[in-house]
């Protein structure tokens, strides 16, 4: 250590000693008095309270909706009570609607189906159509070297050899005859090969088009068909509905059933823990087949890449799910643009709020950055189903979806499509019910969308 280095660590080491000599004496006595006075009054430092604010606005969410299911099955024994002997047939006439509404569906996805098939077959037609035109000029070049080639050898007077070749009517006519092209050198009778094989690709092309076409014709006409049946049953639903809501009974028959399939989405909804134990069973077990499948010797390098990469695919699904969420720090974005709030939570017993897109068919994005942990469908009368969940504690559910464009798993960025509405025969194409799902102390609860996320 250099002098100068030394002196200045002294002084310092001389300032901190006589600071902590003087602290030291004028807490001296204050430590005295604490040590003596410690027996009779233990000195307890404060520690830091978690904030139960949180847990607290929980609890009283969850109690209000327990409020809220007591209120709709006192409601559903009031509107049974009132039915009375009428209940039966009503439930008759609502499980005909019901039937009817399944049948709907079934007809839209199958139209759909459908048209994406005639689609496709379009898309083959053209590319079949392009194939063939591009085997006929190649038919054209060919015949063009073929007549040099017959005649040059009729140039070449090689006797009877090239009176035969020359005096074929067909192009085939000229392949088949394998004795005579021992006349012809290497690359002439390659030519006459490559004829041959290009003439039966455009056989095989010709075929391949002519059952594309029967294929689009089938769908066609199974899609007019459709069509019909997809009107009928249209007509014979809003008749029920129609008859149903000439009446207060039947009014009242459709709002127990409304109350009904609200319990069957919950309690769906309240199940996905074990659903997402046995996807997560099922997607481990993909996993280590796929890595299995990997190591098969038999397997060129590309394949085997592609088999390790579906299986590291499947791995961040995997971890998607198991990973501990915590809540995003930025708010939350409405799901569908344009809205119109229909329905809040509590009315009519409903544990959602109901939104008004600006159009039907509207596509519906996720509320805040989550993991994908629930895609079902749900029934005709309301569509598909999709459950993200946000944080450990709370998830967003959005219903009358068509087919979902996400999975069990997946991670969403906030803002990103989900889905699209019109998915239910009974709900409007352009209307979504919002659902919010919180955890608590192993209770789970829907609450209030628009004080959960601030709508």
Do not use: C
Not at 257 to 268: G, H, P, V
């Amino acid at each position: 250590m250099r002098p100068s280095d030394k002196l200045a660590w002294t002084r310092g080491q001389g300032w901190a000693g006589t600071r902590r000599r003087t602290l030291l004496r004028a807490t001296l006595p204050w430590a005295l008095v604490t040590v003596l006075l410690a027996p009779a009054f233990p000195v307890v430092l404060a520690q830091p309270q978690p904030d139960e604010s949180r847990r607290i606005e929980l609890e009283a969410q969850i109690a209000d909706y327990e409020r809220l299911l007591e209120a709709r099955r006192v409601e559903a024994e009031r509107i049974e009570e009132e039915l009375g002997e009428t209940r039966a047939r009503l439930r008759r006439r609502i499980a005909e609607r019901d039937e009817v509404s399944t049948e709907l569906g079934e007809l839209r996805s199958r139209r759909e189906a459908l048209q994406v098939e005639i689609r496709d077959l379009e898309v083959r037609l053209g590319e079949t159509e392009e194939r063939i035109a591009d085997i006929l000029a190649d038919i054209e070049a060919l015949k063009v070297r073929i007549e040099a080639l017959l005649v040059n050898l009729h140039r070449q007077r090689s006797g009877r050899f090239a009176r035969v070749l020359s005096q074929s009517e067909s192009f085939h006519e000229l392949q088949v005859k394998n004795r005579y092209l021992s006349l012809l050198n290497t690359q002439d009778a390659d030519v006459v090969e490559r004829l041959n094989g290009t003439r039966a690709e455009l056989l095989a092309a010709q075929e391949q088009l002519a059952g594309q076409l029967a294929a689009r014709e089938a769908a066609e006409a199974e899609l007019a068909a459709n069509e019909v049946r997809l009107e009928a049953a249209s007509i014979e639903l809003v008749a029920i509905i129609a008859d149903l809501e000439s009446t207060r009974a039947g009014q009242l028959a459709q709002q127990e059933s409304l109350l009904e399939a609200q319990d069957d989405i919950e309690r769906t909804l309240g199940n996905l823990d074990q659903q997402l134990d046995d996807e997560i069973v099922r997607l481990q077990a993909e996993r280590q087949r796929l890595l299995r499948e990997a190591q098969q010797s038999y397997l060129a390098e590309r394949e085997r890449q592609r088999l390790r990469d579906q299986a590291d695919a499947l791995d961040e699904r995997i971890d998607n799910l198991t990973a501990p969420l915590t809540a995003a720090p930025s708010g939350y974005v409405y799901p569908v643009a344009g809205h119109t709030i229909v329905s809040r939570y509590g009315q009519d017993g409903n544990s959602y709020m109901a939104m008004r897109a600006s159009s039907s068919n509207a596509a519906v994005v996720a509320v805040q950055e989550g993991v994908v942990r629930g895609v079902s469908y749900v029934s005709a009368n309301d569509g598909y189903m999709v459950s993200i969940a946000h944080s450990d504690r709370l998830s967003t559910v959005y219903t009358n979806l068509r087919p979902p464009i996400v999975r069990v798993g997946d991670r969403v960025t906030q803002g990103q499509v989900v889905g699209n509405l019109g998915g239910s025969t009974l709900v409007a194409p352009d209307t979504l019910k919002l659902w919010v799902q919180v955890s608590e102390n192993g209770r789970s609860a829907f609450i209030d969308p628009a004080s959960a996320l601030g709508f």
